[in-house]
């Protein structure tokens, strides 16, 4: 018998297959039964018109036999089979397959570098990656004949005639032998088979079988055992998502997600979904109740299982969740993505783009839901992620900020409870044109801030600004609706009347050369001196200038690598303070001491503002001069 060669692409393929650490080999299992499912469907397909079928449903099956003795791993259908002529198109080229799109997107990948093709899968081929010979024996429906196909490797196949009893196909796997790196031992191993099955193709339609040697206690005899051969199906059949929504209870949602995502915590809210039109997919995503305990770390993922009617494509599919929406878990199974998806996921990146996107605005609608109609579930939820959606609101330029915006909630004043900006600004007071905020890092901290007290005088309610992506954050929204955000420790938070601050502005100006020498005296740590009104009790506050806050710059200092950035601050002197008579009298009688007033004032300031100092040595010895 002549050996055909295999058309180039595909021993190109098969080369780079076999001849590679590759570290995915267990996907060949997959890979076959995928395909026996689809020659079953035909087959069933077939049946439901054609009465010379003569299958009912419930015969239609896929069976593994694993031989370990001789080492081989049979995967057999009884679908539709193949004529020599679809064995020889089929099998010796791959031109006609997806893989050939693969070949030319990969045309650069080197032959080590085949992790890629485990993200893509192979078909037929990846049978190779864990035989040293496989054998097809099959038998079209409807022919007389059947025919084996055969190839040990690169070298090129045969197809000759043989005998079988029944429509289907024989995919015979002679098993590697072991090598010192790599076991294909486990190929042939029952328990694992099975934990493969249940991995990647538990929801498959038709049952796959095997037969499993179990220990059964022996009638009549005690405590005495025998081994028994067991038909066992391996998988599950029915997805959970494919089912409708009002015959899963929460119990079988929760069950399900504590198995297969690993939590011990029932999920704070499903989120099922069936999505027709553009994208045709199934959706069941879960919102867990608190964060996986590496989510902090570099090793957390973020993705969504994607399936392929029913078959496992990629355990973490990153590009379904954005960044900000990291902790939601769960899957994702498209009709649309032909089960090629794995090998031409690169062409078909804008059906998975479209998914992507109709999922982003479920989580939202969802997370709105909850927020307006579960508030205690929402809080929770806050706690455990808030984090991210916040970090999304700063992140990209604020390019997601109008997305996130009313999800975001804030510790205020009021009550020190969450409260979202539509409630902040549902409740603000008549004269109020700004969003009030101040950061620190704590609410004890914040409330102990001079500024505090005087917003909280005039009435206004004040955001509590407390994780330290929060004011950046607040930053990159700028304003919330038509209201901006304001520190109320920055000179922009001004709570005077219109004339108030005409006759502040009137005594500052007089009192301006005064003020300049206060300045020169303090060096660049302030950008000017002056009097206020808005503190009550305080003789002195800090108040900032420009974009940066003095709770940014230790957010920022703290970061490593960061350093030396610098907020920018206006020393502010409470005029109605017995303060302010003492620096005036200072200024006419004796100016050096006034130089050190500054300098104990500033420092004052700083520790007030919650900020330490940053000479205490000179600011002890200063106290201990003036006094
Ligand atoms: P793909 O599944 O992407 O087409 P494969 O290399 O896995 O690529 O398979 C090539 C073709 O071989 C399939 O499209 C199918 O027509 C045929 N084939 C593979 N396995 C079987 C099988 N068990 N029964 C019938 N036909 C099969």
Redesign the pocket.
């Known amino acids: 018998m002549k050996k055909k060669q295999f058309k180039a692409e595909s021993k190109k393929l098969l080369d780079m297959m076999i001849n590679s650490i590759y570290t995915h080999k267990e996907i060949f299992l997959r ?2 039964i ?3 499912s ?3 469907d ?1 087959l069933y397909f077939r049946s439901l018109t054609d009465d010379s079928v003569n299958l009912n449903k419930d015969d239609f099956c896929i069976r593994l036999i694993p031989d370990k003795e001789n080492r081989i791993l049979t ?1 057999s ?1 009884n ?4 004529t020599a002529e ?1 064995l020889e198109n ?2 010796g080229v ?1 031109a ?4 050939q799109s693969f070949k030319t997107e990969n045309a650069g990948v080197e032959s080590g570098d085949v992790e890629i093709i485990g993200q893509f ?6 049978a190779f990656m864990v035989s040293k010979k496989v054998k ?1 024996i ?1 038998k079209a429906f409807g022919s007389d004949e059947a025919n084996c196909w055969e190839a040990d490797g690169v070298d090129g196949y045969v197809v000759y005639p043989c005998e079988k009893e029944s429509a ?2 024989d ?1 015979i796997l002679y098993i590697s032998d072991n090598t010192d790196e790599v076991s294909y031992d486990e190929f042939l191993d029952t328990y694992r088979l099975s934990a493969l099955v249940k991995k990647y193709s538990n929801y498959i339609r038709y049952p796959i079988k095997m037969n499993v040697e179990t220990s059964k206690p022996i009638e009549d005899k005690e405590g005495e055992y025998e081994t028994v051969l067991e038909d066992r199906t391996l998988n599950s059949m029915v997805p959970l998502w494919k089912k409708n929504k009002s015959e899963i209870s929460d119990e079988e949602y929760s069950a399900f997600y504590k198995e297969v995502y690993y939590d011990y915590d029932d999920p704070l809210r499903v989120i099922h979904s069936k999505t027709e039109g553009n994208a045709t997919y199934n959706a069941l995503m879960f919102i867990p109740s608190h964060a996986p305990f590496d989510y902090y770390s570099k090793e957390y993922e973020k993705g969504l299982q994607l399936y392929s009617k029913g078959v496992l494509i990629t355990e973490k599919c990153a590009d379904l969740l954005p960044d900000y929406y990291n902790f939601v878990r769960g899957l994702v199974d498209s009709e649309d993505l032909s ?2 998806i794995s ?1 031409e996921v690169l062409q078909h990146d804008h059906q998975l783009k479209l998914i992507a996107k109709t999922i982003e605005k479920k989580i939202k609608s969802e997370l709105s839901k909850m927020l307006s109609t579960d508030r205690e579930k929402y809080e929770k939820f806050f706690d455990a992620f808030g984090n991210s959606l916040k970090f999304g609101v700063y992140n990209d330029y604020g390019m997601h900020k109008d997305e996130l915006q009313d999800l975001l909630m804030f510790k205020s004043s009021n009550e020190k409870k969450y409260v979202t900006l539509a409630e902040y600004k549902e409740r603000m007071k008549s004269d109020q044109n700004s969003i009030y905020y101040a950061s620190g890092e704590s609410i004890e901290k914040i409330e102990m801030l001079p500024q505090t007290e005087a917003a909280k005088d005039k009435g206004y309610e004040i955001l509590y600004l407390t994780d330290y992506v929060d004011e950046f954050a607040v930053k990159t929204l700028m304003q919330y609706e038509d209201k901006n955000f304001v520190n109320i420790c920055s000179a922009e938070a001004d709570f005077d009347t219109a004339e108030e601050k005409e006759k502040l502005k009137e005594n500052n100006a007089s009192f301006e050369d005064m003020f300049s020498f206060m300045k020169d005296a303090l060096g660049d740590k302030v950008q000017s001196v002056r009097f206020t009104h808005k503190l009550k009790n305080h003789p002195v506050c800090l108040s900032n200038e420009g974009m940066l806050s003095a709770d940014m710059e230790r957010v920022l200092n703290s970061m490593p690598g960061a350093g030396g950035v610098k907020a920018e601050f206006a020393l502010e002197i409470n005029e109605n303070h017995p303060i302010a008579e003492k620096i005036k009298e200072l200024y006419d009688n004796d100016k050096d001491r006034l130089g050190k007033y500054a300098k104990l004032l500033y420092g004052e300031a700083r520790l007030i503002g919650g900020m330490t100092i940053e000479d205490p040595a000179e600011f002890a010895a200063l106290i201990c001069e003036m006094m």
């Open positions: 890979e076959l995928s395909n026996a689809d020659a079953v035909k995967v259908d679908g539709i089979g193949m679809e089929n099998l791959i006609k397959s997806g893989s899968g192979v078909g037929f081929y990846s097809v099959s289907g196909t995919i089960l090629n090998r």
